[in-house]
């Protein structure tokens, strides 16, 4: 079975020339976690997930410790937003490297791949690297032991 078999096909993308906010509203409205940024041709130059963008508006502290666990209440960062200035900047800004596979990519592999980066989400390409889908740990993972049902 490839990745081909279980991604997605209805793909969510921004472009290159988007910023924080746009990417933010897209994150809102469709539930998404990961947000591949493309070029004109439909490449995948990038990724945001949601996590980079929450980011924004977590506290620095939150970066520097171990444990959360003694903070019980956040207080005002609970309703802070990111200045007018930080969403209209490029979503280069937050944007990471993708790691990307092809769709005929082995299920094995993908997942594997997905674990040694510590993704949850991962853009498919064709063969000349363009956007088709999208394949979370789920998608790999529920196609995978479905065959285990005919072992005997």
């Known amino acids: 079975m490839n990745i081909s078999d279980c ?52 506290p620095d502290f939150v970066r520097f410790i171990a444990d959360v666990d003694f903070v019980h209440d956040f207080g005002a960062v609970e309703t802070s937003r990111p200045s007018a200035e930080a969403l209209d900047e490029s979503i280069a800004t937050l944007m990471k490297d993708a790691i990307t596979v092809e769709e005929s990519c082995g299920l094995t592999r993908a997942y594997a791949l997905m674990l040694q980066h510590n993704l949850h989400d991962m853009p498919i390409v064709s063969i000349d690297e363009k956007l088709i889908g999208v394949a979370s740990r789920v998608d790999i993972g529920t196609s995978m032991l479905s065959g285990w049902a005919e072992v005997e």
């Open 7 to 58: 991604m997605k096909r209805n793909v969510i993308s921004i472009p290159e020339t988007a910023t924080v906010r746009e990417a933010a509203a897209i994150f809102a409205k469709k539930h998404i976690g990961l947000l591949p940024v493309v070029n004109k041709d439909m490449n995948v130059v990038g990724v945001v997930g949601l996590k980079d963008l929450l980011s924004l508006k977590l």
